[in-house]
T-cell receptor, first 113, second 114 residues
Framework: DVKVTQSSRYLVKRTGEKVFLECVQD?????MFWYRQDPGLGLRLIYF???????EKGDIPEGYSVSREKKERFSLILESASTNQTSMYLC????????????FGPGTRLTVL | DQQVKQNSPSLSVQEGRISILNCDYT??????FLWYKKYPAEGPTFLIS?????DKNEDGRFTVFLNKSAKHLSLHIVPSQPGDSAVYFC?????????????FGKGTKLSVIP
């Protein structure tokens, strides 16, 4: 079974803080994704990565950056957290070729005060 | 521009009856469609998928129908059970993207009433 883990289930931060969200997958997947989920807006893609040290902007990259130093780990960074970044953050991974299903982690509920 | 639309934010169904969740798409390049189920405070889990070369795919109580000419797909759950109560997301992708990015709809919250 594919396992995608995220470093925290719940996180509370203050405005202006730098926030790191970490995601690890154990299936040697090349592709990894960060989404945020907000009520009524569905899942929106923030960034994704095809390979180590590679990154591509998704639909809403503003205010975020990412890092992928190792194949199994994909980090989302909020450089200076703001209240409008309060959300559920979801990490996913998949492997090119064959099934296109993305496997999701349990999510991190981030609250920025 | 929303490429994948789920026009019903919510749906209530009696236990034992059929649940039908709908999804429309605008991008004719989409050739693979998926449904995900999401409980509160958990990540989405894959439910069922369909390739554009098919018009139906079945897995137990879940059936997905694809109407390419109408750019419409639907998920049927028969019979509905209280444990099916969750948010359901429709997603689409196309092979030309190379990354297998998924474009998600906004979700439909299904409530199955015992």
């Amino acid at each position: 079974d594919v396992k995608v883990t995220q470093s925290s289930r719940y996180l509370v931060k203050r405005t202006g803080e730098k926030v790191f969200l970490e995601c690890v997958q154990d299936m040697d997947h090349e592709n990894m994704f960060w989404y945020r989920q907000d009520p009524g807006l569905g899942l929106r893609l923030i960034y994704f990565s095809y390979d180590v040290k590679m990154k591509e902007k998704g639909d809403i990259p503003e205010g975020y950056s990412v890092s992928r130093e190792k194949k199994e780990r994909f980090s989302l960074i909020l450089e200076s957290a703001s209240t409008n970044q309060t959300s559920m953050y979801l990490c996913a991974s998949t492997s090119p070729g064959g099934v296109r299903e993305q496997f999701f982690g349990p999510g991190t509920r981030l609250t920025v005060l | 521009d929303q490429q994948v639309k789920q026009n019903s934010p919510s749906l209530s169904v009696q236990e034992g009856r059929i649940s039908i969740l709908n999804c429309d798409y605008t991008n004719s390049m989409f050739d693979y469609f998926l449904w995900y189920k999401k409980y509160p405070a958990e990540g989405p889990t894959f439910l069922i998928s369909i390739s554009s070369i098919k018009d139906k795919n079945e897995d137990g109580r879940f059936t997905v129908f694809l109407n390419k000419s109408a750019k419409h797909l639907s998920l049927h759950i028969v019979p509905s059970q209280p444990g099916d109560s969750a948010v359901y997301f429709c997603a689409a992708s196309y092979s030309g993207a190379g990354s297998y990015q998924l474009t998600f709809g906004k979700g439909t919250k299904l409530s199955v009433i015992p």
